[in-house]
């Protein structure tokens, strides 16, 4: 691992670097190729945390690439999500076992539930509820099965509900977070909750960021600590308490990725406004309006009145 990378304790005693992978290769087939080598590419840069899911499909090759890396199994952190169509009752350790199996890994470090809400096989909502789903994730917990548990996609409206019947508080809540979508509130309600915030499409999505390409500060402050705009934009991530999942097949910009430039508060800060410069500076830059459909599936105001978020930031 990377000599100055961060690390975050979460609220088991757990620590966590303040870089992993991400392994989500934008399709449900035809990845495995992708998904393989940049697992082991990642691990000969000295990764040790790989981020992955259920829906990826890219579970089986995750775990062949750990094996052939000969970095050993204990040194490596495996964190999974629960596929959105095992809601149902009984269905939690089903989707848990699944996942182990294609893995081939001996254990889960973390699992997480994927989304608050879950689908049918027929990919229509179903109508299991996130708390009965976090009792199933608790048992998990509680019989060994994995070393902690989290959640993805949560809101504070969700999370508010989901602490008042739990008896295990979620390690982590992973969603989309960068300086155009910073998440200031849940930010803070996370912590006073002891939930560790985790950010998926740290960077944006593609090689084309407007965030990487566009944004003047980024790119003032890439010129000046002489490092790449990625390495600017994890670096504030890391330094404001947040891990980043960045996914790159890329051996140079996976090594860029774990060897940050230190910033000083005024520049933290000064990326932490960006997002007030203007509207087009304050919006995801994942979740795209596949002609209306989020995810493809759901309308985006569905999908936004479903996860409790502005609806304005997904337009």
């Known amino acids: 691992m990377a000599s100055n990378l961060r690390t975050f304790k979460l609220n088991n005693d757990v620590e966590i670097p303040s870089i992993g992978v991400g392994t989500w290769m934008g399709g449900y087939v035809g990845v495995d190729d992708e998904a393989y080598r ?32 000969g970095v050993p199994r204990e040194e490596i952190i495996i964190q999974t999500k629960l596929s959105p169509v095992f809601h149902g009752p009984g269905k939690v350790e089903e989707s848990f076992n699944k996942s182990l199996e294609q893995l081939q890994t001996g254990w889960i470090d973390l699992f997480l539930i994927h989304t608050p ?18 009792a199933q994730m608790e048992s998990l917990l509680a019989a060994g099965k994995c070393k902690s548990i989290g959640i993805c996609n949560f809101s504070i409206p969700h999370l508010e509900t989901l602490l008042a019947s739990a008896k295990v508080v979620p390690v982590l809540n ?74 790159s097949s890329n051996a140079d910009r996976l090594k860029q990725n774990i060897n940050l430039p230190v910033l000083s508060d005024e520049e933290v800060n000064s990326i932490t406004k960006i997002h007030t410069e203007d509207s ?7 979740h795209a309006n596949n002609g209306g459909k989020f995810m493809g599936l ?10 409790k978020w502005d609806v304005t930031l997904y337009q």
């Open 174 to 247: 992973q969603v989309e977070l960068h300086p155009y979508m910073p998440s200031l509130e849940l930010k803070a309600f996370c912590e006073s909750k002891n939930i560790h915030l985790q950010a998926y499409t740290p960077l944006g999505k593609g090689g084309d960021s407007p965030l990487l390409k566009d944004d003047e500060l980024i790119k003032s402050l890439s010129t000046k600590h002489d490092v790449a705009p990625a390495q600017i934009v994890l670096a504030w991530a890391s330094q404001r308490g947040t891990s980043a999942l960045p996914k």
């Open 298 to 307: 759901l309308p985006i105001d569905v999908a936004c009145d479903l996860m």
């Open 117 to 134: 809400f879950g689908w049918n096989p027929d990919f229509t909502l179903a109508e299991h509820r996130f708390t009965d789903v976090w």
């Open 38 to 69: 940049t697992t082991l590419l990642a691990l000969q840069a000295g990764y040790r945390y790989i981020d992955t899911a259920s829906g990826y499909n890219t579970e089986a090759a995750i775990g062949r690439a750990i094996k052939d890396s």
């Open 280 to 286: 087009k500076k304050h919006r995801t830059l994942f």
